[in-house]
């Protein structure tokens, strides 16, 4: 049985914009969201899947993630065996 790991909301962010080769700003600019409200999101201190739909859905456009897989926690969850 393939050991998995869960992650955080924020790390799943954090990892798409670096992935992406972005800057906090520039995710913020295209989801055309306040960049404190950005930073809240990948600081942890707000969660994606607490916000409304529009402003999740933009953020998840911004870093090419798609809302479906986000919503049914396909991003959250890593096989450690395909490593």
Known sequence: MP?????E???ILIEARKKLGLTQQQVADKAQ?????????EG????????????????????????TTFARGGYATTNNDEK
């Not at 050991?3 to 992650?7: A, D, I, K, L, Y």
């Not at 969201?33 to 999101?41: E, K, L, S």
């Not at 916000?51 to 859905?57: G, K, Q």
Request: glycine residues 4%; charged residues 25%.
């Open 3 to 7: 050991n998995q790991v869960t992650r």
């Open 9 to 11: 909301e924020k790390d």
């Open 33 to 41: 969201v306040a960049m404190r409200h950005y930073q809240m999101f």
């Open 44 to 67: 942890g201190k707000r969660k994606l899947s607490g916000a409304s739909f529009w402003t999740a859905a933009k953020i998840l456009q911004a870093l090419e993630l798609d809302v």
